[in-house]
């Protein structure tokens, strides 16, 4: 039918399970209709957390409609709208359905395709398409100048007027406050004890969740539906009010350490203080910019400290409505890109997210367990830990992005391309970062605690106790060379490799390890 803007005070809204929030609605008394496809879990195999997650938020959205929602559960989505179609009045069916755009490109497909439904833009995010190919376009050709995530973030800020002097000034007189976060971890073994920062709110489950999880328990039983990952109880906020108490507890508690220790990792805190958002925010429950405006207004209000906001704002409407765009702005066929020539598959060990507990590298032992047991991991594990290894191992990014999509409960296809396939994995040649993030053991003895109890040793390279980074490092340095050369943020990689006497060693010992647990 097209994306149209038009459409009857009568049309039933049709909800995705990212479209939860009430800015989904065009008025509170809306109808609409929610559909559960059980196809969905036997296509691919997914967290068993993430699949709890994105049922549990389904059915409390419906529950919370009342008589006002349609909910449905199909093996498909079509035999699901058949089956809503039914329930629906005679002149809700006359009217026909609208939804707003889904967020990946084979469901923009699939609700075009349907006769009667009407197709509205795409909501929930702080800059329109529009807006965006409009600002693009200003950047000149392709090729011309490059489209850069700073200038889109302060394009963002001045639109939006966040973070402003009236004079439309950056607040503190600086538009990014990099250089005042990202300390390394602290001596302490928890942020509690290093800065007071207490643990998360938790959200309670409730009978919906039970019944969720005992459908899920069917699933696999009955219909061969396969789960990866441990169950456990709910982490993540699943309504609209969860999000907002999460949010609260955030703000208050956790975000003046955030920028501060954001790029820091330590064992025995899982959640640092990060604000996980990322779930509900992927959820629809809440929009974005509601967000960082409460960020701001816990600066303006209550002087939080201005770097952690910042660097709040940056990630919600600065990186995360950046990656959103550059999905559609690249075109689906960026998710297939492969510059880098990685072909190896990713192991058994790292599929299974360390099952049987095989690998001994301690921060890699720690990231896989905690993503095996909450599905979730913060960014900095995700890129350096978890990435960093597959980069330098030379792991096919597309399985990369299909793990990342299926094993994060924050997981979705527009969240992964940019994410994986360019920062990550660099296979986009250096379309959304300049030099590939690949790293030794120092940076994650840096900004970690973990290779203190680690049987490898981070400054070693050769030898049954070299950390498998270290020597991963220079095996990446070693296969790409001519690439790194040519640019100048890499170019001493390269330098440093041709003066390592015992260089030949060192990639020959990274070939016998293969692709066996570190």
């Known amino acids: 039918m097209g994306v149209s803007e038009q459409h009857t005070p009568q049309t039933v809204r049709w909800l995705f399970a990212d479209q939860l929030g009430p800015h989904f609605l065009d008025t509170p008394d809306q109808r609409a209709v929610l559909i559960e496809s059980s196809r969905v879990f036997a296509r691919r195999t997914v967290h068993r957390r993430k699949a709890h997650l994105v049922l549990s938020a389904m059915r409390h959205r419906a529950a919370e409609l009342g ?20 329930q629906l009045t005679a002149d809700e069916r006359a009217a026909g359905l609208s939804v707003s755009d889904p967020t990946s490109y084979a469901a923009r497909r699939f609700v075009r395709s349907l006769d009667g439904v009407h197709v509205l833009p795409a909501r929930g995010w702080a800059v329109t398409h529009e807006e965006f190919a409009h600002w693009a376009g200003r950047r000149g050709e392709p090729g011309e100048k490059r489209l850069l995530m700073e200038d889109f973030y302060r394009e963002v800020r001045r639109h939006h007027h966040l973070l402003l002097e009236p004079d439309g000034e950056p607040l503190g007189g600086r538009w990014n406050f990099d250089h005042d976060n990202r300390e390394p971890a602290p001596k302490q073994p928890t942020l509690e004890q290093a800065a007071g920062v207490p643990e998360p709110w938790w959200p309670d489950e409730d009978d919906v969740d039970a019944q969720v999880r ?4 069917r699933m696999a039983c009955d219909d ?3 789960f990866v990952g441990d169950d456990g109880p709910r982490r993540f906020a699943v309504t609209r009010r969860e999000a907002l108490h999460v949010m609260r507890d955030f703000l208050e508690h ?30 629809g429950l809440v929009h974005p910019l509601e967000v960082v405006q409460r960020a701001e207004a816990r600066h303006r209000e209550h002087g939080a400290r201005l770097a952690s906001v910042e660097g709040f704002v940056r990630q919600v409407i600065g990186w995360r409505e950046w990656v959103w765009h550059l999905y559609w702005h690249l075109g689906e066929d ?13 192991p058994e060990w790292f599929a299974d997210l360390d099952a049987r507990g095989e690998v001994r590298a301690a921060c890699l032992s720690d990231v896989l367990g905690t993503v095996r047991e909450e599905g979730w991991v913060h960014h900095i594990p995700r890129l350096m830990v978890l990435g960093g290894y597959a980069l330098a191992r030379g792991w096919n990014p597309q399985e990369m992005t299909d793990w990342f999509h299926t094993r994060f409960v924050d997981g979705y296809a527009w969240v992964m391309a940019a994410n994986v396939v360019g920062m990550s994995q660099h296979a986009d040649g250096g379309v959304m970062a300049t030099k590939p993030y690949w790293s030794g053991g ?3 003895d840096k900004m970690s605690d973990y290779c203190g109890r680690c049987p490898y040793d981070p400054k070693k390279r050769l030898g049954d106790d070299a950390c498998p980074f270290t020597g991963g490092y220079w095996a990446f ?29 060192v990639l020959a010992q990274e070939v016998d390890r293969g692709s066996s647990a570190p």
């Open 477 to 505: 340095t070693a296969r790409h060379q001519e690439m790194l050369a040519t640019n100048p943020r890499t170019s001493r990689a390269v330098s440093g490799l041709r003066r390592l006497k015992d260089a030949d060693a």
């Open 442 to 444: 120092a940076y994650i």
């Open 334 to 346: 960026y998710g297939q890109r492969n510059a880098l020539g990685a072909t190896e598959p990713i």
């Open 224 to 226: 061969g539906v396969e």
């Open 254 to 283: 956790r975000l003046e350490a955030f920028g501060t220790y954001e790029d820091a990792m330590l064992a025995r805190d899982r959640w640092m203080a990060h604000s996980l958002m990322s779930v509900p925010l992927n959820l």
């Open 67 to 86: 008589d006002q929602a349609v909910h449905v559960r199909a093996a498909t989505y079509r035999e699901g709208l058949a089956q809503a179609t039914e």
């Open 214 to 217: 005992d459908d899920l328990d």
